[in-house]
């Protein structure tokens, strides 16, 4: 669909939309990241993969997670139970908004990709404390076929630190019954996961797993359901780009998660996945120079869905 030679081109022809974007400094140790990163690798259905750029340079996962964290709370959890608690909606707030639970949707978060959602949906994964975290990276490495899969504690630290916010939306959904236990240990879970060091393969692994109704292609292992995996892309859809999903869906056609490490997921049912990394963010909290190269990737490899 692509030739090598033409990957690295266009990861050049992109290289300016680093510039227009800033690495995240909420949480401190994000912001030692080099802006001018950029990388990206296509993995198809039958495992065949290419990078270019600076595709091996590990960034966390961060908020990518979450398309994990949700996947394992959907074989853990009936549908209609975990709906109960978090909806299945878009949200025009920010992804750590508290506004959304306070006077929106009867305390439920919206989705399972804010944080809220994801915070949530850890919680209803079953093995209570350390056993929900066990199971969600076991799970995350099948989907990435990585198996060496470790956490940066430094940027663990930093996110346990400073995580203020992410306390107050936890602590409110506890006093709404969203959510119920140690909110200290839950929070911990999910700082730990969220600080999961990832590269582009990982990640192009992972989309073409859920491209691939829950197959991964290159261990040939089935990590998912078929129904999960198209539920999560679903949300994906709708939900994966923060305040940007409708502008990113109308630019690519595109199924994706990002996350404010820099890194952008995208699965493309019955062709395959992308994953790209480009810490410095746009004003929305996505890949600046990420949305750049799969836009282009998107028209030249017909990927759209719609």
Same mark, same amino acid.
């Given at each position: =669909?692509?030739?090598?030679?033409?990957?690295?081109?266009?990861?050049?022809?992109?290289?300016?939309?680093?510039?227009?974007?800033?690495?995240?400094?909420?949480?401190?140790?994000?912001?030692?990241?080099?802006?001018?990163?950029?990388?990206?690798?296509?993995?198809? /259905?039958?495992?065949?993969?290419?990078?270019?750029?600076?595709?091996?340079?590990?960034?966390?996962?961060?908020?990518?997670?979450?398309?994990?964290?949700?996947?394992?709370?959907?074989?853990?959890?009936?549908?209609?139970?975990?709906?109960?608690?978090?909806?299945?909606?878009?949200?025009?707030?920010?992804?750590?908004?508290?506004?959304?639970?306070?006077?929106?949707?009867?305390?439920?978060?919206?989705?399972?990709?804010?944080?809220?959602?994801?915070?949530?949906?850890?919680?209803?994964?079953?093995?209570?404390?350390?056993?929900?975290?066990?199971?969600?990276?076991?799970?995350?490495?099948? /989907?990435? !076929?990585?198996?060496?899969?470790?956490?940066?504690?430094?940027?663990?630290?930093?996110?346990?630190?400073?995580?203020?916010?992410?306390?107050?939306?936890?602590?409110?959904?506890?006093?709404?019954?969203?959510?119920?236990?140690?909110?200290?240990?839950?929070?911990?879970?999910?700082?730990?996961?969220?600080?999961?060091?990832?590269?582009?393969?990982?990640?192009?692994?992972? !989309?073409?797993?859920?491209?691939?109704?829950?197959?991964?292609?290159?261990?040939?292992?089935?990590? !998912?359901?078929?129904?999960?995996?198209?539920?999560?892309?679903?949300? =994906?859809?709708?939900?994966?780009?923060?305040?940007?999903?409708?502008?990113?869906?109308?630019?690519?056609?595109?199924?994706?998660?990002?996350?404010?490490?820099?890194?952008?997921?995208?699965?493309?049912?019955?062709?395959?996945?992308?994953?790209?990394?480009?810490?410095?963010?746009?004003?929305?909290?996505?890949?600046?120079?990420?949305?750049?190269?799969?836009?282009?990737?998107?028209?030249?490899?017909?990927?759209?869905?719609?």
């Amino acid at each position: =669909m692509i030739t090598q030679q033409r990957l690295e081109e266009l990861v050049n022809e992109c290289a300016f939309a680093t510039k227009q974007g800033r690495v995240a400094s909420y949480i401190p140790k994000l912001a030692e990241a080099d802006p001018q990163q950029l990388g990206v690798y296509w993995m198809d /259905l039958a495992g065949h993969g290419m990078g270019a750029g600076e595709w091996e340079k590990r960034v966390t996962v961060q908020s990518i997670v979450k398309v994990a964290i949700f996947l394992q709370a959907l074989a853990d959890c009936p549908l209609d139970e975990l709906t109960r608690r978090i909806s299945l909606n878009a949200t025009a707030e920010t992804f750590n908004s508290i506004v959304d639970l306070e006077v929106k949707n009867h305390h439920r978060p919206l989705n399972p990709y804010i944080n809220s959602g994801a915070i949530a949906s850890l919680y209803m994964v079953s093995g209570g404390p350390e056993g929900r975290f066990q199971r969600v990276m076991e799970l995350l490495r099948k /989907l990435t !076929a990585n198996n060496a899969l470790s956490i940066d504690e430094q940027v663990y630290v930093s996110e346990k630190q400073t995580g203020h916010r992410n306390r107050a939306i936890a602590y409110f959904m506890k006093s709404t019954q969203i959510i119920d236990g140690d909110v200290e240990q839950l929070l911990d879970e999910y700082f730990r996961l969220c600080s999961v060091k990832v590269n582009c393969r990982d990640l192009a692994v992972m !989309a073409a797993t859920l491209a691939n109704g829950g197959k991964n292609p290159v261990t040939g292992l089935c990590c !998912a359901q078929k129904s999960f995996c198209k539920t999560a892309m679903a949300v =994906m859809v709708s939900c994966g780009m923060y305040g940007q999903s409708g502008e990113f869906l109308v630019r690519t056609g595109m199924p994706a998660k990002s996350g404010v490490g820099g890194g952008i997921m995208s699965a493309i049912p019955s062709k395959g996945g992308l994953g790209v990394v480009g810490p410095a963010l746009n004003e929305t909290g996505n890949s600046a120079g990420g949305i750049e190269l799969l836009s282009r990737l998107s028209d030249e490899m017909d990927l759209s869905i719609l």
